[in-house]
């Protein structure tokens, strides 16, 4: 295969880009709305806990339960998404994750009990699992190669601008008690998606394996640029499907040894990005804010971070298809787990430990703490963050592309629950032994990454499978590494 940088080069047509792009970018933007519901989701409990809490009088375990209902919902959405985004399409499993997402947070708000609340939290969840497997996959098959991370990067900064207008959200209602609210905001967030995406056109890919092939050739039309590109990706993408009929999910795990690297690969990094401990970060942020003596500070620190958190993405998305997927990745990992053993190393270096906030001036060492957590956010958010999802969406072959993605995604889920958890009860503890906990998980992602990621920046997901394909057993060292 070329060189990836010539291919992204030659197979950019150059006088057509401008509006072709535009029209990819409008459509990587609806989908991506659901990566806004996926954050407002994130976000949005860590205030109305506590109105909960005071309306339904309910103790700590019962309000755990309303806090990870959303996380068992996103699970087993993820892992039913796969099936229906063969079967109904990506664009129309958008859609119902919309409505999920809807009726879910409009149950919240207008929830009589606590039973009510955590029911439809669960809805809401499948309705955020539906779309965190068919809104990247969405994306990364209607893009063009050239343009693909970026776009499925937008998808990682809807999440991240979710989280923070739920921070935002936040500061107005929780001081007011009103959290009913903040879960009917959630609401028009579904009803944006459901809107959006059913003017949107489907899948190229989805429609050439159901046989429209005249639909998939305008919509390659419109995404691709030209006519004579959109020629050569239907042909590929066709003869890839024709290849592929009759492949079951389940058949293909077993015997496809392509399909259980791509597997490998998707289930590591979706574990490891959860395991990076981001999540520590948006869901006990307060607490450990708390404990290093920023307690006074701290729901503007907290909006500050998730502003961090929007603004790094940036970086991303202008550098995915420039330098590539894994130079990104080691870099933002590497930089994590600096900022992470950083933070360790002063957490011991604290006065004293506990709410040391009042009256008392800020230790150097807190200070220090907060810039820790400040750069492991702007790591991940160009790196883990936007790079999981993508490397998700493109590394399976189309006939199990599906499947593949709803197994790797719910892997996420269960690592966001396990990780998120447990880092409550470490965090508690001592926060130094969180931060170093973590760190030891991103050096394994480094090593991990390094040894078994291939690069795929500018390669077309035809030749992603092909490479993965044309590995054979035990020739998974550093010379079959580069798609080049
Ligand atoms: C992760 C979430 C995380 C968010 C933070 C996403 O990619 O999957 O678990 O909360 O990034 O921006």
């Known amino acids: 295969m070329a060189d990836p940088e ?18 990819t970018i409008a459509v990587a933007l609806v989908a991506a709305l659901g990566g806004l519901m996926f954050g407002y989701d994130i976000g949005v409990i860590a205030d109305a806990k506590t109105g909960i809490r005071k309306a339904f009088d309910v103790g700590d375990l019962t309000l755990s339960f309303v806090v990870s209902s959303v996380l068992a919902g996103s699970f087993i959405g993820a892992l039913g998404a796969g099936r229906l985004a063969d079967r109904i399409g990506r664009r129309w499993t958008n859609v119902w994750g919309g409505i999920l997402f809807g009726i879910g947070c409009l149950g919240c708000a207008l929830a009589v009990d606590i039973t009510m609340i955590i029911a439809f939290r669960v809805l809401m969840g499948i309705g955020v699992g539906f779309s965190s497997v068919a809104g990247p996959l969405y994306i990364a098959e209607i893009s063009a190669p050239w343009s693909r991370g970026a776009m499925v990067s937008l998808y990682q900064l809807a999440i991240t601008i979710g989280i923070f207008l739920a921070f935002l959200v936040g ?116 607490e450990i804010l708390t404990q290093v003596g920023l307690g006074d500070e ?22 995915v298809d420039r330098l590539g997927r894994r130079p990104l990745l ?88 396990l990780i998120g958890s447990g ?39 035809e030749d992603i499978e092909q490479f993965f394909t044309g590995r054979t057993p035990g020739t998974s060292g550093p010379e079959q590494r580069e798609l080049g």
Request: net charge positive; hydrophobic share 50%; glycine share 10%.
């Open 6 to 23: 010539t291919t992204q080069q030659e197979s950019r047509p150059a006088a057509v880009t401008a509006r072709s792009g535009q029209y």
């Open 298 to 319: 701290k729901t503007l620190l907290q909006a500050g971070l998730g502003l961090v958190n929007v603004l790094a993405t940036f970086i991303a998305i202008w550098l």
């Open 330 to 417: 080691i870099a933002g990992t590497t930089l994590m787990m600096t900022a992470q053993i950083i933070g360790a190393i002063c957490c011991g270096l604290l006065p004293e430990v506990g709410d040391a906030s009042t009256g008392q001036d800020i230790p150097p060492a807190a200070v220090v703490i907060l810039l820790s957590l400040a750069t492991s956010i702007v790591a991940f958010a160009f790196s883990l963050g936007p790079l999981v999802w993508l490397v998700i969406s493109e590394v399976f072959p189309s006939g199990v592309r599906s499947g593949c993605v709803g197994i790797a995604t719910s892997v996420n889920w269960v690592g966001n629950f």
């Open 171 to 286: 500061l107005y209602t929780a001081p007011n008690g009103l959290w009913r609210e903040a879960f009917g905001i959630g609401a028009a967030l579904g009803i944006g998606l459901i809107v959006g995406m059913l003017v949107m056109p489907p899948s190229p890919r989805w429609l050439v394996g159901r046989g429209y092939l005249e639909i998939a050739r305008g919509v390659l039309q419109r995404t691709m640029g030209s006519r004579s590109a959109a020629e050569e990706e239907l042909r590929v993408i066709r003869r890839t499907v024709d290849q592929e009929k009759g492949q079951r999910l389940v058949t293909s795990i077993r015997t496809s040894r392509a399909v259980q690297l791509a597997l490998i690969l998707a289930i590591g990094l979706a574990f490891l990005q959860q395991a990076s401990g981001i999540n520590a970060i948006f869901y006990y942020g307060p």
């Open 423 to 461: 880092a409550m009860i470490i965090i508690k503890a001592d926060p130094a032994i969180a931060f170093w906990v973590f760190a030891g998980f991103n050096a394994l992602t480094i090593v991990f990454v390094i040894w078994r990621m291939p690069e795929t920046k500018g390669a077309t997901l």
